[in-house]
């Protein structure tokens, strides 16, 4: 499997914005399969996203039965510009008004439904990270179920960090709600700077492997 597979999966776990909602759902009220609900819903699109670029994938020309290598690195330089765009986008809002961190729509995550989370699960996910890992397992040259394979384990390795909270909780509730509280007020702080430093370093990364592509 690609160690750069494995990058783009950790990158989509570390998202901090999906942790705050998580870590609020949880210290509020210890909601259990609200939380679950929000995780599986993360899971089912990431991978989606993934099977999405797979599936456009084998619709483009190809040279010799495999992808053109150097649309697979326009795509890849595609996505990193973007991704940079949201890195300065954060960014710009952060300078503006550091106060306003927390999204209002948060206050609202304690009182959610199981299909509510697992909706809001599906919306909250890096999409692009999904897009680059998608594009990422089309250049892999292997057999089209190998492909599946592997988006089922981009999206499981991409929801580590998802599922973590969740099994901390129903392990050790008691034990886990001070850990909750200090974990909500970090995130409460420095998510965007958090989300804006890992968009600004995988778009370097997308940018140096698009270009390395397509310069081949």
Known sequence: MSINLVFLG??????PLFLLVSVLMLAQSQRLREATALAVGWFLSIGACAAAVLLLG???????????????????????????????RLRRRYRRDPQAAVPKWLDRVGNMSVIVACGLGMFIPPTV?????????????????????????????????QFTPVLVVAGQPKQS??????????????????????FAVISLYLVAKGAYSLSR
Not at 10 to 15: C, I, K, Q
Not at 183 to 196: D, F, K, P
């Open 58 to 88: 084998s619709a483009l020309p190809t040279e010799d039965g495999h992808p053109n290598h150097h649309l697979m690195g326009a795509i890849d330089l595609a996505l990193g510009v973007v991704l940079a765009g949201l890195a300065v």
């Open 177 to 198: 709600t001070q850990r909750l509280l200090v974990a909500q007020r970090w995130l409460e702080a420095h998510w965007q700077q958090v989300l804006m430093m890992l």
């Open 10 to 15: 950790l990158a989509t776990t570390a998202s």
């Open 129 to 161: 990270l999904s897009f680059a890992a998608g594009n990422e397992i089309v250049q892999q040259h292997v057999s089209v179920r190998a492909e599946w394979i592997l988006v089922f384990v981009y999206a499981a390795i991409g929801s580590i960090l």
